[in-house]
Nanobody
Framework: QEQLVESGGGLVQAGGSLRLTCAAS?????????MGWARQAPGKEREFVAA????????YYADSVKGRFTISRDFGRDRVYLQMNSLKSEDTALYYC???????????????WGQGTQVTVSS
């Protein structure tokens, strides 16, 4: 399993936007797997955020981010993105990406977690 690297986090005011990027540190990965994003806030369990199928034709979102976040993949650049709009203070967390063989919200089905990228939303 390739190691994944997340980037793009930062400090943003409530209502602002950020775009996170997920890339593989080794071989091309994106076309072979379902890709997903999860997050973990301090003192809380890691939770599912969004996922996208191999072809990019189907997506799946947690209710808490539906309508505000968009997951996408760029096959040419071998990247997966998470566009986050209308950010709220409760979105503050360490965000991770991982791969799976199925489109699911169950984080046990994902592997290759990276170190994460910190998103902090100030109110």
């Amino acid at each position: 399993q390739e190691q994944l690297v997340e980037s793009g986090g930062g400090l943003v005011q409530a209502g602002g936007s950020l775009r996170l990027t997920c890339a593989a540190s080794g071989r091309t990965f994106s076309s072979r797997y379902v890709m997903g994003w999860a997050r973990q806030a301090p003192g809380k369990e890691r939770e599912f955020v969004a996922a996208i199928t191999r072809t990019g034709g189907n997506t799946y979102y947690a209710d808490s981010v539906k309508g505000r976040f968009t997951i996408s993949r760029d096959f040419g650049r071998d990247r997966v993105y998470l566009q986050m709009n209308s950010l709220k203070s409760e979105d503050t967390a360490l965000y991770y990406c991982a791969s799976s063989s199925v489109l699911t919200a169950s984080l046990g089905e994902y592997a290759g977690w990276g170190q994460g990228t910190q998103v902090t939303v100030s109110s």
